[in-house]
């Protein structure tokens, strides 16, 4: 079984600010994990994958996520916060079967200028 | 290469009807995934689809099914319209092929949003 979680479903930071989006998620094999991020009336677009190897993932836009299998974390950072990355994100997990994808609830970014 | 695509874009629905969406994967993308958005159940699998065959499905009742054309494009059904229905649903395709290619991204497009009222 797999299962994510998102903590907070809104996040507000000022423009400039660090981004942190917290994910956490349980999973009985070795996981895959994916940031999306959703704008208003939009699909999902892949920010970035943890697959193997470093776990530390950059991804578009300037972000990037670190996997720590003790804490099984995959929370994404952004150093400084622009008004574009006004979005709902959304963590993912993949572990064993086929293309069969489990989300998180979803955290909505504002960013305040 | 162009995007996956989903039509229609909206659609209003009574309760009781049925509805058909449909998705077009982006090019050589064999595998198309159906999922349900909603406020309140967030983003859940409905079913994926390769060459044709269904290979996995969420815990949607029978009254959700599809299918997937030779030229990979999908449809997805839903007869006997409830207002809980109502949602998002987006399709996404990939090149995945097997079990090993579990990492291969998945691209969105941009939904159906269905109301039923």
């Known amino acids: 079984a797999q299962s994510v979680t998102q903590l907070g479903s809104h996040v507000s930071v000022s423009e400039g600010a660090l981004v942190l989006l917290r994910c956490n998620y349980s999973?009985?094999?070795?996981?895959?994990l994916f940031w999306y991020v959703q704008y208003p009336n939009q699909g999902l677009q892949l920010l970035l994958k943890?697959?193997?190897?470093?776990?530390l993932v950059k991804g578009i836009n300037g972000f990037e996520a670190e996997f720590k299998k003790s804490e099984t974390s995959f929370h994404l950072t952004k150093p400084s916060a622009h008004m574009s990355d006004a979005a709902e994100y959304f963590c993912?997990?993949?572990?064993?079967?086929?293309?069969?994808?489990?989300f998180g609830t979803g955290t909505k970014l504002q960013v305040i200028p | 290469k162009a995007g996956v695509t989903q039509t229609p874009r909206y659609l209003i629905k009574t309760r009781g009807q049925q509805v058909t969406l449909s998705c077009s994967p982006i090019?050589?993308?064999?595998?198309v995934s159906w999922y349900q958005q909603t406020p309140g159940q967030g983003l859940q699998f409905l079913f994926e689809?390769?060459?044709?065959?269904?290979?996995n499905k969420g815990n949607f009742p029978g009254r959700f099914s599809g299918r997937q054309f030779s030229n990979s494009r999908s449809e997805m059904n839903v007869s006997t319209l409830e207002l809980g229905d109502s949602a998002l649903y987006l399709c996404?395709?990939?090149?995945?092929?097997?079990?090993?290619?579990?990492?291969?991204?998945?691209?969105f497009g941009p939904g159906t949003r269905l109301t039923v009222l």
């Open positions: 996404a395709s990939s090149s995945a092929i097997g079990l090993a290619d579990l990492t291969d991204t998945q691209y």
């Open positions: 999973s009985s094999v070795p996981p895959y």
């Open positions: 943890y697959t193997t190897g470093a776990t």
């Open positions: 993912a997990v993949v572990s064993g079967g086929y293309q069969k994808v489990t």
């Open positions: 090019s050589g993308h064999r595998s």
């Open positions: 689809y390769f060459s044709e065959t269904q290979r």
